[in-house]
């Protein structure tokens, strides 16, 4: 040991510690706090979507380590001054960038109150993780999964398709690919996907070692749907060239557009072809407690394993991946490893294996269980359900604004709760790429782009449980007004 640490001071008096000398000053702060963010959540439409940030500011987070204590009080005024006004902006109604859920103040108040408990939920016998195993279990029972699947909470559906892919890697080339790698039997292992689907699922056949190559992208329907028959020709088309498909990836709800692949289809295509059937269900899985959409999500019930977000359309607050495999065996022998100093006891407090640690890459994880707990007692499944079913009914009503108005031009069938749009103009991508832009910066709403066969189209995907027609009224106005600037000044 070296001599500073054999001299440091023993002593844990509450001045060596790191909690505060005053509990009462720390308690009237923190209820601050607590008023501070319910106002924000409560009077959020007072404020921009979101606002450029100002260089000043970016440069307030460039400064160096702070090696000296600060006054929490100060800390808590930088973070009101210069953190708060430039946030994402997914809170607001006006947001429809990307797929970005708000949350809600319940979800806020579990979130500190996990970290309150600051719970490890990679194992060991305690209550949180009972809670995430309800979870597991609530979740089973949604998509009608069997008794023995498993589920474990992960940051997002990136994670949780890249999970899925080394489960049906485990499955395909059996557990000695853990130790040997995936050797010659697994660079003949091919992948299946459409077009529309998700770049995490290129991105994790990368990770996973086989390569973006080994991953086919399937050509997709008018409404972006996987061409079931061109799936089946080239899964021929492999096999007679001596590979060996091994997944299945069905969309969900595609991210441009929000199409549902016809996962009976591809279940029953998997089932034949002895394929893993994965869905990538970021966010449309979630349908499934939509009594209206529930039935365009037949065929989930057979999946081998889904991926989702209790973040997205579930409204959870960031984040809450999530991933459920229909054989927990399947899952275990994938990840699970023992080490001497994660041994397992029937009594103490090592007891309760298996543990979530035995179902991914993370040892450390921590409570995002209980904000989902939160969210879905507190509101149940029905309203929550409710709220799903509303998005798509406005995305109905955006839709009609845009087939009402010349010029406006609607870019994709609208399915789910996603609208692409543009504004007539013969610079079209350059002009909506700006209009775009322009609102954003104006603060009056946040929607995104995305590329339709080479088109650019101005994209809102109604996510937001607080989402009304006046904030879809504001974005047409928005939209025509910049457009107009936009093609004048041309
Ligand atoms: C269809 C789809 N898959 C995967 C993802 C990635 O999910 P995450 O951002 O939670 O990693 C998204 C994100 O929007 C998505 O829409």
Request: glycine share 10%; hydrophobic share 45%.
């Amino acid at each position: 040991m070296t001599r500073a640490l054999r001299e440091a001071p023993l002593r844990t008096e509450s001045s060596e510690t790191l909690d505060p000398k005053n509990w009462d000053d720390i308690r009237a702060l923190g209820h601050r706090m607590l008023d501070d963010m319910i106002d924000y959540a409560a009077n959020i439409r007072d404020r921009p979507v979101w606002q450029p940030i100002p260089d000043d500011v970016r440069a307030r987070f460039r400064a160096g380590v702070p090696r000296r204590p600060s006054d929490l009080g100060d800390v808590y005024r930088e973070f009101a001054d210069f953190i708060v006004p430039y946030a994402t902006g997914n809170v607001h109604p006006g947001f429809m960038g990307w797929v970005h859920g708000g949350g809600t103040p319940v979800g806020m108040l579990a979130e500190m109150l996990a970290a309150g408990l600051n719970a490890n939920l990679g194992g060991r016998d305690h209550i949180p993780i009972e809670v995430e195993r309800q979870i597991v279990e609530w979740t089973r029972q949604m998509f009608g999964f069997p008794d023995g699947a498993s589920g474990i909470f992960v940051t997002g559906t990136s994670m949780a398709n890249l999970m899925a892919v080394l489960v049906a890697r485990t499955t395909a080339l059996g557990r000695a690919v853990r130790q040997r790698g995936l050797g010659s039997d697994g660079e003949l292992l091919t992948a299946y996907a459409s077009t529309a689907a998700h770049g995490c699922i290129t991105k994790a056949m990368d990770i996973a070692g086989f390569g973006s190559d080994a991953l086919r992208c399937i050509g997709v329907d008018r409404s972006h749907r996987i061409d079931i028959e061109a799936l089946r020709a080239r899964i021929a088309q492999d096999r007679s060239a001596g590979l060996k498909p091994f997944l299945v990836v069905g969309s969900a709800g595609t991210v441009d557009i929000g199409a549902i692949d016809d996962l009976a289809a591809l279940s029953a295509l998997c089932r034949d072809e002895g394929l893993w059937f994965h869905v990538d269900g970021a966010f449309g899985a979630l349908g499934i407690l939509s009594s209206a959409l529930a039935p365009r999500l037949a065929g989930i019930e057979n999946a081998d394993s889904i991926a989702l977000d209790f973040h997205k359309w579930g409204q959870v607050p960031y984040d809450a991946g999530f991933l459920m495999v229909r054989d927990g065996e399947r899952h275990r022998d994938t990840f699970a490893a023992s080490a001497a100093y994660l041994r397992r006891e029937t009594r103490g407090l090592a007891a309760g294996s298996s543990w979530p640690c035995d179902l991914g890459p993370d040892l450390s994880r921590g409570f995002r269980a209980l904000k989902t707990w939160f969210t879905l007692k507190t509101y149940g499944t029905e309203k929550l359900g409710a709220v799903i079913t509303r998005t798509c009914a406005l995305a109905g009503y955006l839709e009609a604004r845009i087939l009402a108005e010349p010029r406006l031009e609607l870019m994709a069938p609208v399915q789910l709760n996603i609208v692409c749009f543009r504004y007539r103009a013969a610079d079209a991508n350059q002009v909506n790429g700006s209009i775009v832009i322009d609102i954003q910066e104006s603060g009056i709403a946040a929607p995104s782009t995305t590329l339709l066969d080479g088109q650019l189209a101005i994209r809102a995907a109604i996510v937001n449980h607080r989402t009304d027609t006046g904030d879809l009224d504001a974005l047409v106005a928005a939209v025509l007004r910049f457009g107009a600037a936009r093609t004048r000044a041309a």
